[in-house]
């Protein structure tokens, strides 16, 4: 079976301090992992994909596969980046995704 | 339209009413996908549509949920006798290539 897990619901980092939210995923296949992001009032939006290893708004994610992880970093937090972040798995050739339950960050000035 | 467009944006209905939503993807979007999002729940998948292939319903909670995409574009959700927990936001979601989503801004759906 496929999961996605954000252990942490909540998160609270002071601006400037690094922040780094958890994304472990189950999937015996070869993965894509992705990170959403939505902004208050706003869509849910790609951030970012393994695939391309770009670093967005300061964020960067890595893959490991040897501890099925894929947490997205940033070395200093701002306060716009405040929103709630979803992890999610791509698997097979169908465009099927899985979620994660979704991590609350805030940032505070 | 530049983006994925659900309607409508707010819905209130009475306990044991139908509600249909609808979604339009982005234009030449083969994949579209629902989602409900509910506080603590995260996004639930609820249903996929790849082109003219067989639904992927897994997700679907119950038979009361059920869902169609008419010549492979406009999809309606349907919610047959509504219930208190299936008050949450539903989120509409085409992609084409690249496995990149793109979102719709969502139903916030109320059942009292």
């Known amino acids: 079976a496929q999961r996605v897990t954000q252990p942490e619901k909540l998160l609270s980092v002071f601006k400037g301090a690094p922040v780094e939210l958890k994304c472990n995923y189950s999937?015996?296949?070869?993965?894509?992992l992705f990170w959403y992001v939505q902004y208050s009032r706003q869509r849910l939006q790609l951030l970012l994909r393994h695939i391309s290893r770009e670093s967005i708004k300061g964020f960067t994610a890595d893959l490991n596969k040897g501890e099925t992880s894929f947490h997205l970093k940033k070395p200093f937090a701002q306060e716009e980046d405040s929103a709630m972040y979803y992890c999610a798995l791509g698997v097979g050739t169908g465009n099927q995704f899985y979620f994660g339950t979704g991590t609350s960050l805030t940032v505070i000035p | 339209g530049a983006g994925v467009s659900q309607s409508p944006s707010n819905k209130v209905t009475e306990k044991g009413k139908d509600v249909e939503l609808r979604c339009d993807p982005i234009s030449g979007h083969t994949a579209l996908y629902w989602y409900r999002q509910s506080l603590g729940q995260g996004l639930e998948f609820l249903i996929y549509?790849?082109?003219?292939?067989?639904?992927?319903k897994s997700g679907l909670p119950s038979d009361r949920f059920s869902a169609e995409r008419t010549g492979g574009s406009v999809s309606t959700l349907t919610i047959q006798r509504t219930q208190q927990e299936d008050s949450a936001v539903y989120l509409c979601a085409s992609s084409q290539s690249k496995n990149i989503q793109y979102f719709g801004a969502g139903t916030r759906l109320s059942v009292l």
């Open positions: 549509f790849q082109g003219n292939s067989a639904p992927d």
């Open positions: 999937y015996s296949g070869s993965p894509e």
